[in-house]
């Protein structure tokens, strides 16, 4: 399919959607309350500027390339291991003012290949740490980085048989402390110097001094498992369909991510549906945050919260005085007024994908153990099939999944439907696409 011209007549300040794991909602919601403090704002006002200038350094589309690793071969388990993970840790993120991370892209180069032990830090860090405390954050990062894309990349490979991005063992190239004390991860596809893709990690609001320390909420996105698996499937979402990020196929987009961090860590803590919280994001949100200004005006310390609920979308948090979790949970609810730009969460890409999240909460409780086994695989799968475009709807999407469903069988026993008889995988899962408002026909089932 040829380009759009509007694609083509792009101007050179225009950004580009990138895969941010913090809808920017949060960040314009805090610069412009009245209820939050001055430097919070401050604060705020710079995350929207760092993930503008990341936008735009990733306009230049086309780039993707992955270095193929030249002895490759599927048959030799060795050989089916990421080449390697690289990470970079930029230098000054935490040390001085940043104007624009590129500049400070390359300073230090830190890689660990499979199999060494320790790991080794190819180009030591150089630079003076007035804290020691940040100094140990510092490389925290580093090493939380590391082991979460080596267990995502496991999950990949374990739960679906597929090897990194693109299945031939691509190196997972990662960036840590991007930005200056920025609060949140992102997925570039391409644009940053020679990586063409990469994982960038902020560093969150723990370490910094500027702030009051009630106001700190998101501690290291590289520490984060859910985030880490969430950016990696953004990457191999990427790789398998393109899904346009805008709109309806970008919140598909957020929602294939969305499911897959949430079974990574699922998987890698050995919870079962039932067993789950269905949260997402609740490991990098501080305590800090029940203090600010009240959540629903009181204090519970035992409450849990998080960025998303897959369980119940929309409840996730609620600040007062603030706003909170906007997700829609039902079609009847769905956004479909949002104009196709970086405040409005291009299109509503983190708000819609409350929808298929849901859907795929209702199935994998249907089908009750562990997500991954069926529900997980019948959702990597359907990525696969043929009938995957680039702007796939959410009806489209339930068909697919439902007719992949077709061919596989629980190997425990199903509930029974209205007229007795034990329901099949399929069927559930039409009934949890339904109940969400997502309605295909029955024929489905038979076609
Ligand atoms: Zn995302």
Same mark, same amino acid.
């Given at each position: ?173 990662? &960036?840590?402390?991007? @930005?200056?004390?920025? /609060?949140?991860?992102? =997925? !570039? ?8 893709? $990469? ?93 600010? &200004?009240?959540?629903? @005006?009181?204090?519970? /310390?035992?409450?849990? =919260? !998080? ?8 409840? $996730? ?131």
């Amino acid at each position: 399919m040829s380009k759009s011209s509007d694609e083509t007549e792009d101007t050179s300040d225009d950004a580009q959607p990138l895969c941010f794991f913090v809808p920017s909602k949060l960040f314009i919601d805090l610069k412009q309350s009245s209820q939050t403090r001055e430097t919070t704002k401050t604060v705020a006002a710079r995350v929207l500027d760092q993930m503008d200038d990341a936008a735009k350094k990733n306009k230049s589309q086309g780039l993707w390339n992955i270095p193929a690793r030249e002895d490759y071969d599927p048959d030799n388990s060795e050989c089916r291991k990421p080449f390697r993970i690289l990470i970079q840790a930029i230098q000054t993120g935490l040390l001085g003012d940043l104007a624009d991370p590129a500049n400070n892209f390359q300073k230090s180069f830190y890689s660990r290949e499979e199999g060494e032990e320790p790991w080794s830090i190819r180009e030591p860090l150089t630079g003076d740490f007035e804290d020691v405390a940040i100094a140990k954050s510092y490389h925290d990062a580093v090493d939380k980085c590391y082991d979460n894309l080596g267990i995502a990349h496991e999950f990949f490979l374990k739960c679906f048989n597929h090897n990194s991005i693109d299945d031939k063992g691509a190196p997972l190239i990662a &960036v840590v402390h991007y @930005g200056f004390s920025f /609060p949140c991860a992102f =997925y !570039a596809p391409s644009g940053f110097d020679e990586w063409q893709y $990469a994982f960038c990690f902020g560093d969150g609001w723990d370490q910094l001094s500027d702030m009051d320390s009630e106001s700190k909420f998101f501690g290291n996105f590289a520490g984060s498992l859910e985030c880490v698996a969430h950016e990696m499937m953004h990457a191999i979402t990427h790789y398998l369909v393109n899904l346009e990020y805008s709109g309806e196929s970008g919140a598909l987009n957020e929602h294939i991510s969305d499911t897959f961090g949430m079974m990574a860590e699922q998987w890698h803590k050995g919870h079962t549906v039932k067993q789950s919280d269905w949260l997402i994001g609740e490991d990098i949100l501080l305590p800090e945050i029940r203090s600010y &200004v009240g959540i629903d @005006g009181v204090t519970d /310390p035992e409450k849990s =919260y !998080a960025m998303k609920s897959m369980k119940a979308p929309g409840t $996730a948090y609620n600040i007062k005085g603030l706003g909170g979790d906007n997700q829609v949970c039902y079609m009847k609810d769905y956004k479909y007024d949002l104009p196709i730009d970086k405040n409005h969460d291009w299109g509503g890409v983190h708000i819609n994908s409350g929808i298929p999240n849901h859907a795929f909460y209702q199935f994998a409780n249907f089908l009750g153990g562990n997500s991954w086994d069926l529900a997980g695989k019948i959702w990597f799968e359907s990525l696969k099939s043929e009938e995957m475009y680039s702007k796939c709807r959410f009806l489209d999407w339930a068909r697919i999944t439902i007719k992949t469903a077709k061919s596989y069988k629980s190997l425990t026993p199903l509930s029974l439907d209205e007229n007795g008889k034990e329901n099949t995988v399929a069927s559930l899962l039409r009934t949890a696409w339904k109940i969400v408002g997502i309605n295909t026909p029955i024929s489905i089932l038979n076609d």
